[in-house]
């Protein structure tokens, strides 16, 4: 399963998630990070006017608790300059997904 939140490579989050599935599931956790001036450009393809501004200030904010409070065993991987399709390629190998 992946599983995709802005909060869902914080401890809590995870814990709650694998005991709701039961069992022992194998946890893989990517944070996603990026350079500021990198999230300012994504977020202004989608955003506009006042709404950006607090949109990037949040973004902020929210990657600063990320990093600091993601367990040391999240893989932290960052996409400046990065095509999503690379990006994905990271990912699977991270999770133990390519073929051998």
């Known amino acids: 399963m992946i599983y995709t939140n802005t909060a869902s490579v914080l401890d809590k989050v995870i814990t709650d998630l694998t005991a709701a599935l039961g069992g022992a599931p194998r946890v893989t956790a990517v944070l996603l ?9 994504r977020l202004s393809q989608r955003e506009i006017g ?8 949040r973004s902020a904010v929210m990657a600063r608790r990320l990093d600091e409070d993601a367990p040391h065993w999240v893989h932290r991987l960052d996409t400046d300059g990065q095509a999503v399709a690379d990006i994905a390629a990271q990912i699977i ?5 390519a073929a051998p």
């Open 50 to 57: 006042t709404a950006l501004a607090w949109h990037v200030q």
């Open 33 to 41: 990070r990026c350079s500021s001036a990198t999230a300012h450009q």
């Open 93 to 97: 190998g991270l999770a133990g997904w």
